[in-house]
């Protein structure tokens, strides 16, 4: 191996050699793009590395980032990953999937992923559609909504999934957009410097089967009144003129204009790294129009890491009762002798 | 089959020398009769006799008291001599209620012991047991040598003073059953008391109660008038060695580990709760000073699909199930078969479908290992004969899933994962290491990109070596960058490839490779005759029952032989010889002719089955009336 300075990775460093199969004008090339970009300025060792999937338009993800991937089976990636990770708690693990991959037939998974806390960064493309399979609803899809499957309207509830994150004992939820690459930078940045399971929300527009489904959160003429931008410590205000923000009253949280008597202080403060979570769901449940949707870190907390545990258990047994070797195994409890 | 009379060196009554003897205890699955089991279990096989166990409960932890459902019960057969099975019937039996006796009785011979407790003989007993009156007065048990003792009573006497409640010291009842068994064959009390000890070390006052039970259960032998002699079972004349019992699922997790050491591996093993498998995470969870990970999933698919993350990693991905959870983990099996990384699935086969019988045995699941799965889909399938065989089967299964770089199936049963039988320890040194060879780094400044990277001499995560196995490159390794997953592959680069004519090389080539496996493993062997009448065909657990009756048969002057299958995918590369040279073929199993079909259908031999799906393993007597039969046709 060579003593020399390691090279300065680009994004293009991080690009596979294969040809990228995502319909042209989908939200994917983007999020795919601010990844490059992120590792290659967070100076990411390509071969320590690995991005896991399962089924899905966004499942095809590990296939063109030049690192090491896995392109699992439906909705089963975060336990994949869960295996990789117990076994080499070094590596820095990925999980790319989706809103029907994570939250239908993977939902279990996720759950129990979440829960345990290992560090590992799961980023959920929601477009609140299937599109692999060309356009039956999903668990995030709209009351209503008209589609391949649900020709008079869906009628399944829908499922938020940072909500879902939250009660699943999340140390940290994000939310972002597609197409609002800055921001959806920062996230996966905070993401990735996170030590236990990220969990992140990414608006994501599937142009052939759902187009348009996130417009009131990307047209830049309404953007600023439909999406409130999270920041640890500061009041919520969102608005073209930021005047507006977030007030609670009681369990309910209500838009109140500033001015008039309201003051900032009066307003929510966006605190993160709260130990209850409460204030972080009531963040997640907030929905177009009723409220502007939030976007950022909603929770960023500490806890121990599942793998990390597991090491630690091991570490403890073998300093109390030794390094095990096969004869003390083969010879343990009652043993005789014949001649 | 008494010998001769010895007088005992502990009392004052004859001893009759027995080359073997079966005992079962049962009762209440509170009664506490697999404790008693095994407790005469490891007391046996410490003092050298051979043994092989049956412990047979009911899927219910605590079914209604004194019913049917609720009966328990543990068989251990011990000998003087080589022994295969836990007996088809036994010498003794304890019943520790009516619905236990009425359960059990038929299995008793004919002028066989019988000891009951006679104080759960009450109204409400008969009753829950269907009789409308007491057998133990009523004259039908008059064909057995029936020893009615007032086991309740005696034990509460027996730990009086000790301050326990009646509930208590009614829990002592089975060891007063134990002592009293321990004394009819004269078998040391030190081992349970040793027992006891450890047990109950932060109890004194039930760790006394237990002593004094077992020894007045023991001492009500040495005076009761109705026992006129006890029985003794000498050492058996085994192998040289140092012995412990084992029994399958220990062996199993033992096994692991050692595959782990002896190829340098972490063992990861992931599994989701599930009868009867669960013991092999038990046992492996406390082995955590070996360095080994387990990891108790949210559910079959998960402990499936986290074992193929594993094995991506480097580790030793093992994961464990039955029936039903087999079934879940497929399709991650047919991730694990497209992805081409070494790891193992353990199947302790239970009765089916569906959830079926949880405690109970049976071998139906040979054809879902086989063809379980979506596509064409094969892996290499594996079964073990014996609770000690296990130790050998895993270690066997993972070389083979290393050296071919596949998934292996292991099958095992009900029946041997919780059966137990004297197991020689092997000398550690004489354990050979299963090599593993990793692709090494590729230096830094080549900027070796992988399969799909940039690099000219790019790595190929599909290029095979002579057996067809591609290489383990594992994460972490720079140079070696590779992505693959479930979608076909291109041959050679590993990328994703729906070409026609690449599907069905791959395809061909997958299949190739597991059959390469034959010539990496040893031929099929006949025991008994190497040809002539019949030969007898099982696979797995039912090993001891055909392998006695085949003896017994031969013993008898018929030509018949007996081979027993370890490699079920592929087969022996001579089995198809070795069928040929009997008349007749039987194959026998636990299932309604599974290993039957895939040897007609690969041999074009019109193979007989022996089949049967009760939940229970064969006995030797029904093997031999079906091998009498063949022979007269």
Known sequence: MSTEALPVLTPNDFASDQDVRWCPGCGDYSILAQMKKVLASLGVVRENTVFVSGIGCSSRFPYYMNTYGIHSIHGRAPAVATGLKIARPELSVWVITGDGDALSIGGNHLMHCIRRNLDMNIVLFNNRIYGLTKGQYSPTSPLGQINKSAPLGVIDNPLHPLSIAIGCEATFVARSIDVNIKHLGMVLERAAAHNGTAFIEVYQNCNVFNDGAWEYATDRNTKLDTTIELEHGKPLIFGKNRDKGIRLNGLEPEVVELGKGISEDDLLFHDEKAAEPSLAYLLSRMRFPEYPEPIGVFRAVDRPRYEEEVVRQIDAATKKQGEGTLESLFNAGDTWDIN | ?????????????????????????????????????????????????????????????????????????????????????????????????????????????????????????????????????????????????????????????????????????????????????????????????????????????????????????????????????????????????????????????????????????????????????????????????????????????????????????????????????????????????????????????????????????????????????????????????????????????????????????????????????????????????????????????????????????????????????????????????????????????????????????????RARKIANISADIPLATVEGCDSGDVLVVGWGGTYGALETAVRKQVAAGAKVGHLHLRYLNPLPRNLGELLKRFKKVLVAELNMGQLRTLLRSEFLVDCIGLNKVQGKPFQVHEVEAKIHELLKS
Not at chain 2, 40 to 62: H, K, Q, V, W, Y
Not at chain 2, 109 to 129: P, T
Not at chain 2, 335 to 348: D, G, Q, R, S
């Open chain 2, 1 to 509: 089959m008494a010998t001769s009379t010895l007088p005992s060196s502990a009392t004052t009554k004859p001893v009759v020398e027995l080359v073997e003897a079966t005992v079962r205890f049962c009762g209440d699955s509170g009664d506490g009769m697999q404790l008693a089991g095994t407790q005469l279990t490891n007391t046996s096989a410490l003092i050298g006799n051979d043994i092989a166990t049956f412990p047979d409960f009911p899927a219910e932890i605590r079914a209604p008291r004194g019913t049917k459902a609720g009966v328990s019960g543990f068989q251990i057969h011990f000998a003087s001599q080589e022994i295969f099975t836990p007996g088809d019937q036994v010498d003794a039996l304890v019943a520790m209620n009516p619905a236990a006796l009425v359960t059990n009785l038929s299995d008793l011979i004919v002028g066989g012991i019988l000891i009951v407790n006679k104080d759960s003989f009450d109204a409400k007993g008969l009753e829950q047991a269907g009789y409308k009156t007491s057998p133990l007065t009523d004259g039908s048990l008059d064909r057995y040598r029936l020893i009615p003792v007032d086991m309740t009573a005696t034990t509460r006497n027996s730990v009086a003073g000790l301050g326990l409640s009646q509930k208590e010291a009614d829990r002592c009842k089975n060891f007063y059953a134990m002592g009293l068994v321990f004394w009819l064959y004269d078998r040391p009390l030190d081992p349970t008391l040793r027992y006891i000890d450890d047990k109950f070390a932060k109890n004194a006052t039930v760790a006394e109660a237990n002593r004094r039970a077992l020894k007045a259960g023991y001492h009500y032998g040495e005076t009761v008038e109705a026992f006129q002699n006890q029985f003794r079972v000498p050492k058996a004349k085994l192998p040289p060695g140092k012995y412990r019992n084992i029994m399958g699922n220990q062996a199993t997790a033992i096994g692991l580990v050692a595959a782990a050491k002896r190829s340098g591996k972490t063992l990861y093993y992931a599994s989701y709760p599930i009868t009867p498998a669960s013991d092999i995470l038990h046992e492996l969870s406390k082995f955590k000073n070996y360095g080994v990970r387990t990891f108790q999933a949210e559910d079959e698919i998960a402990a499936m699909t986290s074992i193929v993350g594993a094995a991506f990693g480097g580790a030793m991905g093992v994961t464990g199930s039955s029936g039903p959870g087999i079934a879940l983990k497929q399709e991650g099996m047919g991730l694990a078969v497209m992805t081409e990384l070494p790891m193992l699935i353990i199947n302790v086969q239970r009765g089916g479908p569906s959830t079926g019988l949880p405690t109970k045995t049976e071998q139906a699941d040979l054809l879902q290992a086989m063809f379980g799965r979506n596509g064409e889909c094969p892996l290499a399938v594996i079964a073990a004969r014996s609770p000690a065989d296990c130790f050998d089967v895993v270690q066997e299964a993972w070389r083979i899933a290393t050296r071919f770089m596949t998934p292996v199936m292991v099958l095992t049963d009900g029946y041997i994962a919780n059966g137990s039988e004297p197991w020689r320890i092997p000398d550690v040194a004489s354990l050979e290491p299963i090599e593993i060879t990793h692709p090494a780094p590729v230096a830094a400044t080549s900027n070796g990109d992988g399969a799909n990277g940039h690099a000219a001499e790019a790595f190929m995560p599909y290029r095979r070596n002579e057996r067809l196995a591609r290489p383990w490159a594992l994460p972490g390794t720079p140079g070696m960058m590779h992505r693959i997953g479930g979608l076909e592959k291109q041959d050679v680069t590993g990328n994703v490839n729906y070409e026609p004519a690449n599907h069905q090389h791959m395809i061909n080539t």
